[in-house]
């Protein structure tokens, strides 16, 4: 729900969804701006270049498939509800320095968050053409988060050039010509990353919405891309748990599907038995998720989840693989997140963001299908107010600790 999306087109959509008033080669190039070091690149306000390396890329190595297991359930000790284990930040990695790297992750740990969820991405690696990889950013986070000791949730997302369906060739966000193109990659990812202890897979990013799936949404054609993607993944990773991609708050329209509604469409396309959970952001601010409104993206969660029974999937999970709100940007500012007047604001108090995260943590325990919450995100991208993107982090730019940052520490702990 974040990056690309200029702020007043994302004000625009949260208006209209709650109703309100409102090891390898050398590496790939990467911008050195603050944001692009703390987000990859489809978080940005504008898309990447081409990148262009400077040597010749490698392929994967031809790793031997992890035996399958008859059931891919994790264990409660990494999924249990209420526990520690449930929480994580969702974070751009693949752009850091190897240093910066290793302090930001030793940092999430000392939080107490067992996750982290960050994106490998199909555009930044296979980008030269069919079987040409370039792994280096990658391999690097991977290596990085295993040796840390946390959990990865990867995002297997965004199409190379070559791949990409004609009417959207100028933007990674376009959605691939053929799902099988796809999901061979998918199938690369598993086999590279699973021996890194990597086996928690999410199909691609918020495709209810344009701004991660051009030219436009589309459930039937995301289920085709899910199906494909999760066979391929499992014939590789025994241990494979897939995810289906987070889904945005939104309204049905302009290309774009409410959550509910792109939920109902992949399960009437046949996406049932391709997932092992449904990826959700229940984004709420200006708004506390304790603010009752069965209508906003949080409320859906319980709307997403009665879908899931009546299909028969009561035993699946929902994850919030993001959920997070902005201290910073152009427009109005809310400071109590329970008051209908605060409607137009587009970001909230360093104090509000704070009480965001404690009722948000509260909020899941109480939920037993709800499975792993990932706050958005670990460090805020930089400090011009010209847009909310700069300011969805737990720390500052300078690195400095917002209130939220303690505030998740004691809740997730407690």
Not at 40 to 51: F, L, S
Not at 201 to 215: A, C, D, L, S
Not at 356 to 366: F, G, N, P, S, T
Request: charged letters at 15%; aromatic letters at 10%.
């Amino acid at each position: 729900m974040r990056g690309i999306l200029g702020h007043r087109h994302y004000q625009k959509v949260l208006l209209l969804v709650f109703g309100l008033v409102l090891t390898g080669p050398t590496a790939l190039p990467i911008p050195s701006t603050s944001a692009a070091r703390e987000l990859d690149i489809y978080r940005r306000t504008a898309p990447a270049p081409t990148p262009t390396p400077t040597a010749k890329p490698t392929p994967a190595p031809s790793l031997a498939p992890v035996p399958r297991k008859a059931t891919p359930t994790p264990s409660d000790a990494v999924l249990g509800a209420g526990s520690q284990s449930a929480f994580g930040i969702a974070s751009g990695l693949a752009s850091l320095p190897a240093a910066e790297l290793s302090r930001k992750l030793a940092d999430m740990k000392s939080l107490g968050v067992k996750w982290v969820r960050y994106d490998i991405e199909w555009s930044n690696i296979e980008y030269q053409g069919p079987g040409q990889y370039n792994w280096t950013d990658y391999d690097k986070a991977v290596q990085a988060v295993s040796a840390s000791g946390l959990n990865s949730l990867i995002i297997i997302d965004y199409t190379p050039e070559w791949a990409r369906k004609a009417a959207c060739k100028d933007t990674p966000m376009c959605a691939p010509a053929d799902p099988a193109a796809y999901a061979g990659f998918a199938a690369q990812v598993a086999r590279r990353y699973s021996p890194y202890g990597v086996h928690y897979y999410e199909i691609w990013n918020e495709p209810n919405i344009t701004t991660f799936y051009q030219p436009a949404a589309n459930p039937g054609e995301y289920a085709a891309m899910l199906r494909a993607a999760s066979a391929a993944i499992k014939s590789i990773d025994g241990r494979a748990f897939v995810l289906t991609a987070g889904t945005a708050p939104a309204s049905t329209g302009g290309g774009n599907y409410s959550p509910v509604d792109f939920v109902n469409g992949i399960y009437a396309a046949g996406a049932k038995g391709s997932f092992d959970a449904l990826g959700h952001h229940p984004y709420t601010w200006p708004y506390s998720p304790a603010y009752p409104n069965p209508s906003n993206a949080w409320g859906q969660l319980t709307t997403l989840h009665n879908i899931m029974v009546a299909k028969g999937d009561d035993a699946k999970q929902i994850w919030i693989t993001e959920f997070g709100a902005p201290t910073g940007g152009p427009g109005s500012l809310a400071s109590s997140g329970l008051t209908t007047s605060e409607g137009g604001a587009d970001h909230v108090t360093e104090a509000l963001e704070a009480r965001m995260v404690a009722d948000a943590v509260a909020a899941v325990r109480r939920l037993p299908w709800v499975g792993p919450f990932f706050w958005y995100s670990y460090q805020d991208a930089g400090t011009t107010s010209d847009t909310v993107e700069n300011f969805f982090g737990l720390i500052r730019a300078d690195g400095s600790h917002k209130p939220a940052y303690d505030a998740y520490k004691q809740a997730i702990a407690r």
